[in-house]
């Protein structure tokens, strides 16, 4: 949260109170000693009120007590951090003091500390408060007596932060304020001390006898915190933050002072790729960035392309050409956070990165870096993890880092410069010179960026370059060892293995969605339950036309609208457009649906054809929209006191069915919906078996014992007479578990997501044909389709020719089919079985 | 803060490590190590040299791994003023150190490397570098590389930039047998108060701080 401009003169000192509702008579009192400061005239006071039930009264109070006011409106309990995160987000002044409501100022103090702070600015000053005796209860108290406080008072014991801590604002940009995780009552004020003193501020004790705090005497907060549940919780919750959490920087999505980090980035004549770079750097999640472009004079459309982009967060600088050191070090100066992120301009920014730069920021360490996945313009990708990293692990292991996955603190960049006169190889000169003075970085565990091979990349142009400079730099560092003592490092670094990235064993899948929108069909699933904002995402991707592929520009707008969504790809089981609306499970809804299925069916259903129901909650923007689409069957249902619009349609295949429901679920992640096959003799069967009444439909969804029963039956004669005993299937299953009762043998459903059915049809060929592969990556070894699924032959017409290569091991009257996927068939094998289907379908 | 002072027992490099305590601040460069070692050093130089090196960090306590004498304390105290320093390891045992009759001359990159340092006699020059490898000695300079000079003061005040690269000379003065201190290109700062506090400090470990 970035602190506006103001055109009246800034306060010297900020001093910010949190309050919420109790102590109203104290706070007056602290506002009162406030005003009285010698220091009063360059001082504002902020009571940051967090919720107060009746916040017209503190206002007031505020108000009469010569301090601004800021309101949080919250639902939730007590949280100090974040109601003093605020103050201090409001507040402009340089110097800021955090304090209680009930602490008395003695004149002299707020002076004292800010000239300690002008003497010594890093450093943090504490006063350590003097409890007054219970007979300075806030009713006793008229006057501001100092000496009779000073009587009447004990000294606290001087094992927390005191009463106050005093800081420079800047601190905050290292910290990001106090952690808003804590709640109700202790130790963020020991957390945010020590992550000062962490990040380098020495924590300095005010005593002198004119610089005193007074705490009005009352009941213990502490007591009043634990006796309930949630309040014990909370101290415990805390505790374990202050105890276990080793980061230096918290509250990484909404830091209490911006921006939380700077993205540098260097050009020259790249932007047929700089759009892109800049597009991933915008969709990622956390908001109070800033990105320095530097124009190192390009003559191309560079500074076009970030104008057009649109975006405040974007700096662009130019200079004349001067090298790619140059342009670096001119970004890592423009930069007004404390953290400075290197990205190339060809290159793609993971999502997750910068939450994984700060989550890997512990007390020590200057920066941290991640692994990294090349890409070329096929497609195919390459990960590197990294290693481990240190002087010798750069000299002598390689492959250790790679230096646009790096954040580093900014005050170790001014003092590191990138060598201007060097003319390649800047960036591992770099990276060597960290690490031979004792630069600490820790590895995040993730990868950072998608990097962009091609023919222009500055690794390639100035090859010889770059192993000359590399050259002459470890050599010269190579010289800190004596021979034996480098034969120690050299072996040590054979012996070093990669870092493990999360996603390694499925690079494709975790990164594989993000690859520049020529190499992906990317898919997008719609997390936001507000169905204003989730319309408001829907006419973004309409208008941008994203169709069979949602590009980044889409990405990078429905970020700035502050959509959440899913990112996948078509063909990983990530996000499928079936899979986009998946609401979660609601019995209210499934007993809604039932009902309508019933009905719709009774309406519109015709044996032999298939029927096709949405619902969604009425009074919704998708309601309507469903209303509108869908004129055969239309219906509200009231369940449990809530509204929802039903409609459905009547197809002459399932497959069209199936993608009807499609299209009903892309208008929102809030509509259910059901596919009824009524063809294959089902719908014979389920009147048969009393399932279905003509005249009241379906009573319940096609699951019913003896329609299972038969269908399973089916299944398990299919396999007992062309599977061996050890065989691993995947069934086109719908999620039925019965279906995988296979007499022993391993089966899974199919698709399938981390183990578990995936919960939708695959939106088309493509996408079924990698499900497929998925499967017999994870060692599937037969493809079953039972007879209710055997519509997809049909509706999947490529994943049915697909699996023609394949061997088919059975296939049954009823319509269930067996494939073998371990290995097409040759060709030879192909045309024969491709003549016995000829002559079995013509007779013999 | 505890700090101790490593040296490599093949005389090619020293470490001077910082503990950070409760209130410290945490260093930017807990262990700062310096391309060489001395062969001798004196306890009260050592002290001094902990003193230079992590003055922003130190909040109250020191702990020094060879403590120091009684005097040495006093004069960090006064050096940490206002800050409640509180040296733990006092030594009472005296001990001599070893003097010369000789000025050295610290030059620090990126503060005052570009000054012309007037020598006389057996004057030295120590300069500390801040990257590269190795050690080199002549009879008259002596260049050491150290991350020492990475350290941060804030502010843009030279001489209180140049003092932890000055807690390296100092490690080497008795090796050079100096008993006088002088910073070129730093006349402008001979008046400050920050002068003056740093001329009782190396006083104390028998270096006179002389005007460039």
């Known amino acids: 949260m970035t602190v506006p401009e103001s055109a009246a003169p800034k306060p010297d000192l900020a001093v910010v109170i949190g309050f919420r509702d109790w102590g109203l008579p104290r706070l007056v009192l602290a506002l009162e000693a406030h005003a009285h400061s010698d220091f009063a005239a360059r001082l504002e006071v902020i009571v940051s009120d967090y919720g107060s039930k009746d916040r017209e009264e503190v206002e007031q109070v505020a108000q009469r007590g010569g301090a601004r006011y800021v309101y949080t409106e919250v639902d939730g309990p007590w949280s100090r951090s974040r109601a003093l995160n605020a103050g201090i987000a409001a507040s402009e002044a340089a110097v800021v003091i955090t304090t209680d409501a009930d602490l008395l100022f003695t004149p002299a103090l707020h002076g004292a500390a800010y000239a300690r702070l002008q003497d010594d600015p890093r450093s943090i000053q504490l006063v350590q408060c003097r409890d007054l005796s219970p007979g300075f209860h806030v009713d006793a108290i008229d006057e501001f007596d100092w000496e009779a406080f000073e009587a009447h008072s004990t000294f606290r014991p001087r094992w927390g932060m005191g009463g106050m801590i005093a800081f420079r604002r800047e601190c905050l940009l290292e910290t990001a304020g106090y952690d808003e995780r804590m709640e109700i009552y202790s130790g963020e004020d020991l957390d945010f001390a020590r992550r000062l003193a962490w990040a380098g501020h020495r924590l300095s004790w005010i005593d002198d006898p004119a610089t005193r705090i007074y705490h009005v005497w009352h009941s213990s907060s502490r007591t009043a915190a634990n006796q309930t549940p949630a309040g014990r919780l909370a101290i415990e919750r805390n505790r374990s933050i202050y105890l276990n959490d080793k980061t230096v920087v918290r509250n990484v999505r909404r830091p209490a002072v911006g921006p939380l980090a700077s993205v540098a980035i260097a050009t020259h004549n790249r932007a047929e790729y700089l759009e892109q770079a800049l597009q991933s750097v915008l969709a990622q999640p956390i908001e109070d960035i800033e990105v320095v472009i530097v124009d190192d004079g390009s003559t191309d459309q560079t500074a076009d392309v970030v104008r057009d982009l649109g975006d405040s967060r974007l700096r662009y600088v130019r200079q004349d050409n001067g090298g790619v050191p140059s342009a670096r070090n001119r970004a890592v100066a423009e930069t007004r956070s404390k953290f400075v992120i290197v990205h190339d301009d060809d290159d793609i920014f993971l999502p997750w990165r910068i939450e994984a730069h700060f989550d890997a920021l512990t007390v020590g360490a200057h920066g941290t870096y991640g692994g990294w996945v090349d890409f070329s313009a096929d497609g195919a990708l390459a990960a590197r993890s990294g290693k481990s990293f240190s002087a010798d692990a750069i000299l002598y292991a390689g492959g250790v880092l790679l230096h646009p996955t790096l954040m580093l603190r900014k005050e170790i960049l001014e003092r590191f410069t990138y060598d201007e006169s060097l003319r390649a190889g800047s960036d591992y000169n770099l990276v060597t010179r960290l690490a031979t003075s004792g630069v600490k970085l820790n590895h995040t565990g993730e990868f950072h960026i998608l990097r962009r091979l091609h023919e222009s990349n500055i690794t390639h142009t100035t090859a010889d370059h770059q192993q000359e400079s590399a050259r002459r730099t470890t050599n010269l560092m190579r010289r800190r060892l004596h021979k034996a003592e480098e034969d120690a490092a050299r072996a040590a670094a054979r012996g070093m293995g990669p870092v493990v990235c999360r996603g390694a064993e499925d690079v494709a899948g975790r990164v594989g969605p993000y690859l520049p929108d020529d190499l992906v069909r990317r898919t997008i699933r719609i997390d936001e339950a507000d169905a204003a904002r989730a319309e408001e995402a829907r006419q973004v991707l309409v208008g941008l036309g994203a169709k069979t592929s949602v590009p980044w520009a889409a990405l990078h707008r429905l970020r700035a609208l502050g959509v959440d969504f899913t990112v996948g790809a078509a063909g990983e089981a990530g996000a499928a457009p079936a899979d986009q609306a998946r609401a979660p499970a609601d019995e209210v809804e499934a007993a809604a649906m039932r009902d309508v299925v019933g009905q719709a069916i009774a309406a519109i259903g015709r044996p032999g054809k298939t029927v096709a129901v949405a619902l969604t909650e009425a009074d919704t923007p998708a309601a309507e929209v469903l209303w509108d689409a869908a004129p055969e069957f239309q219906r509200l249902v009231a369940a449990d006191g809530r509204q929802f619009v039903a409609v459905g349609s009547v197809h002459e295949h399932i497959g069209d069915a199936v993608g009807a429901v499609s299209g009903f679920e892309r208008f929102s992640s809030s509509v259910r919906s059901v596919v009824v096959d009524l063809s294959n003799g089902n719908m014979r069967a389920a009147i048969a078996d009393g399932l279905i009444d003509e005249g009241r439909g379906i009573s319940q969804e096609p699951g019913d014992a003896a329609y299972r029963e038969r269908l399973t039956g089916e299944v398990r004669e299919a396999v007992e007479q062309s599977l061996p005993a050890t065989a691993h299937v995947a069934v086109v299953s719908r999620g039925d578990d019965d279906l995988l009762d296979l007499d022993g043998r391993h089966a899974q459903h199919f698709p399938q997501v981390d183990g578990t059915y995936a919960g939708h049809h695959p939106g088309d060929s493509t996408e079924a044909i990698g499900f497929l592969r998925s499967a017999r990556a994870a060692g599937v070894e037969y493809l079953l389709i039972p007879p209710a699924s055997a519509w997809w032959l049909d509706y999947y017409e490529d994943f049915r020719r697909h699996l023609e290569r394949l061997r088919c091991v059975y296939r049954g009257d009823e319509g269930a089919v067996i494939f073998d996927i371990r290995e097409p068939l040759r060709r030879q094998q192909r045309v024969v079985r491709a003549l016995r289907e000829v002559i079995r379908r013509h007779g013999s | ?212």
């Not at chain 2, 700062?32 to 909040?59: Q, Y």
């Open chain 2, 1 to 212: 803060m505890d700090v101790t002072i490593e040296l490599d027992a093949s005389r090619r490099g020293t470490t001077v490590r910082a503990e950070a305590g409760q209130y410290d601040g945490h260093p930017l460069f807990p262990s700062v190590t310096v391309s060489g070692a001395p062969f001798s050093l004196h306890p009260d130089r050592e002290a001094v040299a902990a003193g230079l090196i992590f003055h922003e960090s130190v909040a109250g306590a020191l702990t020094l791994g060879r403590g120091c004498s009684p005097l040495m304390a006093s004069a960090l105290r006064k050096f940490f003023e206002p800050i409640d320093l509180h040296v733990l390891s006092i030594d009472f045992e005296p001990s001599r150190i070893n003097m010369g009759d000789s000025t050295l001359h610290v030059v620090v990159e990126g503060v005052n490397e570009r000054s012309s340092p007037r020598t006389d006699g057996n004057d030295v020059v120590f300069v500390v570098k801040k990257e590269g490898a190795g050690m080199l000695a002549t009879s008259r300079e002596v260049g050491v590389v150290s991350n020492a000079v990475l350290v941060p003061a804030p502010g843009d005040v030279p001489i209180k930039r140049m003092l932890p690269a000055l807690g390296v000379a100092v490690l080497f003065a008795e090796d050079l047998f100096v008993s006088r201190v002088s910073l070129p290109g730093l006349e402008d700062a001979v008046s400050t108060e920050h002068w003056r506090r740093l001329g009782s400090l190396l006083d104390a470990a028998g270096l006179k701080l002389v005007t460039p």
